[in-house]
């Protein structure tokens, strides 16, 4: 049997908190609306309800609201509600341990107790625009109740209760996201200090290179122009005194000296190749070709060479000078390297294939044997003694680092006895 | 002062090439007199004809290299650009830079031409006998008061 008494307290409850409920939910109702929703809920309570039913709707009402105050406590945000003045209304677990305070002194607190004093003209214009446009994020320092100042974000929303306009904001501590922009911002600028250290070492590398280069090219040939000049004046004004070893002796030295100026010729014009920027234009092959046959021209008629020429030969995107220097040494190797007494026989052409152009110059020389079609390339590499094919072994290394600057490619086809068929390949100009 | 004078300077540090130099101008058979200074400085106080060449012949043509000491050959060239009607000596870079950083610094302080040197006793010939038939030869020359 229930007491009258509790039944009628429970009841009583029930409206007042279903009245509440309504508050929350519908803020904007004027009094004379509360009062006449009020009579009605009373008026069904009285006519409709049973005992059994009132403490089902009580027990319920009390869970839900139990759930979501949990909710708003075991959050894993911390919240606060605040009325627009800056007054702390409630707060969850999160908050408090957040700032290290109890409930009580945490509701007791000012702004200044939790915003650093440099912040809080920043936290009031975040109210304003609050108040404007109804929701925020803002960054700000908070205060410990140690003292300890921490970076936070806080994204606050603006809704009213009974009329009246509070303030909900989540707190997060950004501590670590704030470490981890710093440490990436350091990182940055270690990243940026270190490319411009090995920018300069690069640079005073290349300087010290350039300045090695030149002084190669002075003073390296200087003492060879003396070796080979007065080499010569022995054979040229002593000639009588001179027995044919001694003549000999002397041409050794001649062509010692020569040798090794073509060698520092051609290392130089492989470092310079190596260490100068190469910017790709239109490059007429013909010209090019023209400007070789000139360079050679003495050779090919001395050895009586036979050079066809397939024109037109296309345009292709590269550099005039590095083309210059890659076909003249195709196009002397390939009338070096012929058995000797017979004539050499050179075939030049052009083919476009998926708009690149491969350019042939092709010999009816020695050939080579195709376990050495790599290898040749590479710099100081040579198949034959100096006796019978002269040479450095630096040609087809600048063959190679040529092309590889205009991004292009070369390579060889070839049997040995049946001559050889060097091509480089480039694109085809205005692509 | 000496003004149409046959006089070829040669500014050259190197005792070698003095030589190599000297004797492909006999092999040519050139006949005009070859002054030889050593560094810089001595050739633009010669130029200048002061001290110890105040009666200096003034040369018709010069052969100048680059590195040399005291003043490098492109110091000298930018002297001799700035003189009064003695920058219309003719000025021959001889020298052993291939270098373009060089050649163009010799051409925009006003070279006539620039050579460089070869290192066989055969090309430097053709090379004498080539500068005789052009600039000893063939080539006219400028008024030159003195300076
Ligand atoms: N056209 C060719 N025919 C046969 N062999 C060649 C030809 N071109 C190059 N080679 C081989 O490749 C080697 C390397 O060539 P290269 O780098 O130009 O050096 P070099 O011409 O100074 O010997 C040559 O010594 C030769 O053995
Ligand atoms: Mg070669």
Redesign the pocket.
């Known amino acids: 049997m229930l007491n009258r008494n509790i039944l009628s307290r429970t009841r009583v409850e029930v409206i007042f908190v279903q009245l509440q409920q309504k508050k929350m939910r519908d803020e904007e109702k004027s009094k004379e609306q509360l009062l006449k929703e009020l009579i009605d809920l009373r008026r069904t309570v009285v006519t409709n309800d049973t005992e059994h039913r009132l403490r089902e709707e009580y027990s319920k009402v009390k869970e839900n609201e139990q759930k979501y105050y949990n909710l708003f406590q075991s959050s894993n945000d911390a919240i606060f509600i605040q009325d627009l003045n800056g007054r702390i209304l409630d707060v969850n677990q999160k908050l408090l341990s957040l700032f290290g305070y109890d409930r009580s002194e945490m509701i007791a607190a000012s702004m200044s107790d939790l915003v650093s004093a440099t912040e809080e003209s920043k936290y009031r214009s975040a109210l304003e625009s609050l108040v404007s446009d109804g929701a925020t994020i803002f960054e700000i320092d908070l205060r410990r109740k140690n003292g300890e100042p921490f970076p936070a974000e806080v994204s606050a929303s603006m809704f009213a209760v009974n009329g009246e306009k509070v303030v909900q904001g989540i707190v997060r501590n950004i501590s670590e996201r704030k470490r981890a922009e710093e440490e990436f911002r350091k990182y940055r600028k270690h990243l940026e200090a270190f490319v411009a250290q090995r920018t300069d070492q690069l640079e005073s590398a290349n300087k010290e290179l350039e300045s090695f280069a030149y002084s190669v090219s002075h003073d390296l040939r200087a003492p060879l122009r003396a070796m080979e000049g007065f080499a010569n004046a022995l054979l040229e004004d002593y000639a009588e005194k001179l027995d044919e070893t001694g003549k000999d002796y002397a041409r050794r030295v001649v062509s010692a000296a020569q040798h090794m100026d073509i060698l520092i010729q051609d290392l130089l014009a492989y470092s310079r190749l190596s260490r100068s920027a190469l910017k790709p234009n239109e490059v007429s092959l013909d010209s090019v070709l023209g400007e070789v046959m000139h360079q050679l021209s003495s050779d090919i008629q001395k050895i009586d060479a036979q050079i066809r020429v397939e024109r037109p030969l296309p345009e292709v995107m590269g550099d005039h000078a590095t083309l210059v220097q890659v076909l003249s040494?195709l196009l002397?190797?390939?009338i070096?390297?012929v058995e000797p007494g017979v004539k050499p026989k050179v075939n030049i052409r052009a083919e476009v294939v998926n708009n690149r152009v491969r350019l042939w110059v092709e010999?009816a020389?020695?050939?080579?044997a195709p376990e050495y079609h790599d290898r040749?390339f590479r710099i100081f590499?040579?198949?034959?003694g100096m006796e019978t094919?002269p040479?450095?072994?630096?040609?087809?290394?600048i063959v190679k680092k040529g092309l590889e600057r205009m991004g292009g490619k070369a390579g060889v086809e070839?049997v040995p006895g049946e001559g050889?068929k060097?091509w480089v390949e480039l694109r085809m100009r205005g692509l | 002062m000496v003004t149409n004078n046959h006089a070829i300077l040669l500014v050259e540090d190197d005792h070698n090439d003095v030589l190599l130099i000297k004797r492909a101008f006999q092999k040519v058979k050139i006949a005009n007199p070859i002054i030889v200074l050593n560094d810089g400085e001595q050739a633009i106080s010669y130029l200048a004809g002061r001290e110890p060449f105040v009666e200096r012949p003034l040369p018709m043509l010069v052969l100048l290299d680059l590195k040399l000491p005291r003043k490098s050959g492109h110091e000298v060239l930018e002297w001799l650009r700035q003189q009064q009607t003695l920058k219309r000596l003719p000025v021959v870079v001889l020298t052993a830079s291939s270098e373009s950083s060089d050649i163009n610094r010799a051409y925009d302080l006003g070279a006539n031409s620039y050579l460089v040197k070869p290192v066989t006793f055969d090309a430097l010939v053709e090379m004498v006998k080539t500068l005789n038939l052009y600039w000893l030869i063939l080539n006219r020359r400028a008024e030159i008061a003195n300076g």
Not at chain 1, 365 to 368: E, K, P, S, T
């Open positions: 040494n002397s190797n390939a070096k390297f010999d020389g020695i050939g080579i040749i590499e040579r198949l034959q094919y040479g450095t072994g630096v040609g087809l290394a070839s050889s060097f």
